[in-house]
């Protein structure tokens, strides 16, 4: 499966620990990019998701990470909280990833903003 990464500091809500991650999702070219808080979302490659880039450039898409924290004897011990994030892009920019609370089933890259992309 082909997926962007963002990278950011998120706080796992099971250990309270700060962990650098990588967060995998599903936005604008589908071309293995690496993305930080700031850079501007890329629309130019042969996959978009969606096939439009929306008009005002806003969306946000749940993303997927795992919690590093060496404190954890296995990344299940965080399971299942940190495994989501919800990715926010505003005016084609990534201004925002945070872990997502409100469960989704199985590695769907869920648009949650606009309603009805995918």
């Not at 599903?26 to 008009?55: F, T």
């Not at 990534?94 to 590695?107: L, Y």
Request: contains cysteine; hydrophobic residues 35%; glycine residues 8%.
């Amino acid at each position: 499966m082909t997926f962007n990464t963002v990278y950011s500091d998120l706080e796992c809500p099971f250990c309270k620990a700060k962990v650098a991650s990588g967060v995998g999702f599903q936005l604008g070219a589908i071309e293995n990019w690496n993305y930080k808080v700031g850079d501007k979302l890329k629309w130019d490659g042969s996959s978009c998701r969606p096939a439009v880039r929306p008009a005002d450039g806003n969306i946000q898409s749940v993303g997927y990470f795992n919690c590093d924290n060496i404190r954890c004897s296995t990344w299940q011990d965080c399971y299942p909280e940190v495994q989501q994030a919800l990715v926010t892009v505003k005016n084609n920019i990534i201004t925002d990833v945070s872990v997502f609370h409100e469960r989704k089933e199985g590695q769907n890259f869920d648009i949650i903003e606009p309603k009805g992309l995918s």
